[in-house]
């Protein structure tokens, strides 16, 4: 009974992925907002033949970042690219005011996401920009979520007791 219901599970799963009703497990948790997928899609299409900075100011680079969106976008529109924090109040900083960075052939999200990892920033896709900021201005961090499939019965849904360890704690383990 259990082999035919997975079965038939499986069988409906693909059916309304196929027909659009459902997100197969890949998006599952994806952007529902149109816009941010735009942003996204732009993101991930242009192409950047080459980027090289030597010790240029991060303001540079962002300004550079935009107009070569813009250059390589079809409609022309590019990618809007917003610091929430003024370089020049980190002076205290050098590592975060220069960028170095040599690239060959990476999306506009790549050059992001290099640029954000050398300089020790954050980014944050949001519906009409990309937001680069510090830290502080993204609270929480970076969180990834990965959603994995689990075969049924994989993990035991009983716990039993088993006799004191030696540290006078109880442990628990996995009924036999």
């Not at 090289?52 to 813009?70: C, G, H, M, W």
């Not at 990965?146 to 035991?156: E, L, Q």
């Not at 716990?159 to 006078?168: A, H, K, L």
Request: proline share 6%; glycine share 6%; net charge positive.
């Amino acid at each position: 009974m259990t082999r035919f219901f997975y079965r038939w599970s499986a069988l409906v799963i693909f059916l309304l992925v196929g027909l659009g009703m459902v997100m197969p497990w890949s998006h599952a948790g994806a952007n529902l907002d149109p816009r941010k997928d735009k942003i996204v899609n732009k993101l991930d299409s242009i192409v950047l033949k080459r980027i090289e900075f030597d010790e240029t100011p991060l303001k540079n680079v962002i300004e550079y970042l935009i107009a070569q969106s813009r250059a390589e976008d079809p409609s022309g529109d590019g990618v809007n690219i917003l610091l929430k924090f003024d370089p020049e109040k980190m002076k205290d900083s050098a590592k975060a005011l220069t960028v170095s960075m040599n690239l060959r052939n990476v999306t506009l999200k790549q050059a992001i996401k290099f640029l954000t990892q050398v300089t020790d920033l954050r980014y944050k896709i949001e519906a009409d920009c990309v937001l680069i900021g510090t830290v502080a201005d993204f609270p929480g961090g970076r969180t990834e979520t990965r959603i994995f499939r689990v075969a049924p019965g994989a993990f035991p849904s009983e716990v039993e007791r088993t006799p004191e360890s030696s540290f006078g704690e109880k442990s628990f383990g996995p009924q036999k």
